[in-house]
T-cell receptor
């Protein structure tokens, strides 16, 4: 079945540091890939998406590129802020059932 | 702004006392989902509606039921809440033109 693997957390960074959060996937067919962010006590917000190989999703300084050859969708940001502290979920959907398959999520803490 | 609304944000119920959580949307999306999210975990899909068609996940307990009286509203009924049902409950919607799901802010359920 479909699955998403995220790197183990939590991650703690200083403000303005470079961020990479790894995400790899296993899927039948051609999935669409997503990063969702969840701030404390809130629901999930779509951060960015990519629907086909080599697509780059970007939003709020975050980027991720759909790499079919390595089945990866790593999240990057060049300079994190304290306000980026949240839980980040990598997820995929395939056309087979249109259900989101989530990774376990990773907590990012950014200190001033 | 078009959005997904969940009421109440916080709900306290007693062990075994039925409780209903509500979700409404102004996006006019065909698909509505209910997820359960426990602390430090990814959301777990309970069921979803595609228009009026109800789709239950195989491992969703019978204690959880849902109603969708119209396009805009969807309810989650927990018939006899147990202590293990304490969690954040997330509603999400999706249109038929993409796989993006839009989440509400969630209802935090406490069972005493």
């Amino acid at each position: 079945g479909d699955s998403v693997t995220q790197m183990e957390g939590p991650v703690t960074l200083s403000e303005e540091a470079f961020l990479t959060i790894n995400c790899t996937y296993t899927a039948t067919g051609y999935p669409s890939l997503f990063w969702y962010v969840q701030y404390p006590g809130e629901g999930l917000q779509l951060l960015l998406k990519a629907t086909k190989a080599d697509d780059k999703g970007s939003n709020k300084g975050f980027e991720a590129t759909y790499r079919k050859e390595t089945t990866s969708f790593h999240l990057e940001k060049g300079s994190v802020q304290v306000s980026d502290s949240a839980v980040y979920f990598c997820a995929l959907v395939t056309g087979a059932n249109s259900k989101l398959t989530f990774g376990k999520g990773i907590t990012l803490s950014v200190r001033p | 702004d078009a959005m997904v609304i969940q009421n109440p944000r916080y709900q306290v119920t007693q062990f075994g006392k039925p409780v209903t959580l509500s979700c409404s949307q102004t996006l006019n999306h065909n698909v509505m989902y209910w997820y359960q999210q426990k602390s430090s975990q990814a959301p777990k899909l309970l069921f979803h509606y595609y228009d009026k068609d109800f789709n239950n996940e195989a491992d969703t307990p019978d204690n959880f039921q849902s109603r969708r009286p119209n396009t805009s509203f969807c309810f989650l009924d927990i018939r006899s809440p147990g202590l293990g049902d304490a969690a954040m409950y997330l509603c999400a919607t999706r249109g038929t033109e993409s796989y993006e799901q839009y989440f509400g802010p969630g209802t935090r359920l406490t069972v005493t």
